[in-house]
Nanobody, 112 residues
Framework: VQLVESGGGLVQPGRSLTLSCAAS????????MKWYRQAPGKERELVAAISFAGVITYYADSVKGRFTASRDNAKSTLYLQMNSLVPEDTAVYYCETTTGNRGQGTQVTVST
């Protein structure tokens, strides 16, 4: 199982970023997926969950209306569209299978 996140970076408040998670080594289209984030000194937080068929099953209250998770099973790729970013969104973002396999993460920093 390999999960590789990308798309993070430094962005100003109010701007947008799209994260990607390229999956390989397992039948991606058969697995639900999750996005987590972890900020320094804080516990890991579940941000979004999406079923194998692309149905959203969870958004954290803190991101509802701003973040959108999606997937392209033909490309074995998971996405997280993040709009109206705020400094509190600063964290390392990870994609994870529902069986607990996780990528290395991508840093998102929201700052002026």
């Amino acid at each position: 199982v390999q999960l590789v996140e990308s798309g993070g970076g430094l962005v100003q408040p109010g701007r947008s970023l799209t994260l990607s998670c390229a999956a390989s080594g397992f039948p991606f289209s058969q697995f639900g997926m999750k996005w987590y984030r972890q900020a320094p000194g804080k516990e890991r937080e579940l941000v979004a969950a999406i079923s194998f068929a692309g149905v959203i099953t969870y958004y954290a209250d803190s991101v509802k209306g701003r973040f959108t998770a999606s997937r392209d099973n033909a490309k074995s790729t998971l996405y997280l569209q993040m709009n109206s970013l705020v400094p509190e969104d600063t964290a390392v973002y990870y994609c994870e299978t529902t069986t607990g396999n996780r990528g290395q993460g991508t840093q998102v920093t929201v700052s002026t």
